[in-house]
Nanobody, 116 residues
């Protein structure tokens, strides 16, 4: 099994930046991809970005250019660099880890609040 822990959320003013971290532990040899989703109040959870084991990244079209996902050399930690944050980016951000059994393990989420 894989365990997931996020960190780095917080409060930031519009135009500011934050970096989220997601660390995976456990059976890390089964990890195929890691990524971020977010859920704003009253809205459905949506994809932010995902990076596979080869380092290929995909993004939600609306976030390209402002958000960057990257992977630590250990391949068990991923980061989400968020720049030029807007109030509409306010959400709980969840890390998800995909494994070879086609399962996704979710973290508990970290809250990002962007003030106008």
């Amino acid at each position: 099994q894989v365990q997931v822990a996020e960190s780095g959320g917080g409060f930031v003013q519009s135009g500011g930046s934050l970096r989220l971290s997601c660390a995976a532990s456990g059976t890390i040899s089964t990890i195929t991809a890691m990524g971020w989703y977010r859920q704003a109040p009253g809205k459905e959870r949506e994809l932010v970005a995902i990076i596979d084991d080869n380092g290929s990244a995909s993004y939600a079209d609306s976030l390209k250019g402002r958000f960057t996902i990257s992977k630590h050399n250990t391949k068990t930690t991923v980061y989400l660099q968020m720049n030029d944050l807007k109030p509409e980016d306010t959400a709980v951000y969840y890390c998800v880890v995909a494994t070879t059994d086609d399962r996704g393990t979710w973290g508990q989420g970290t809250l990002v609040t962007v003030s106008s």
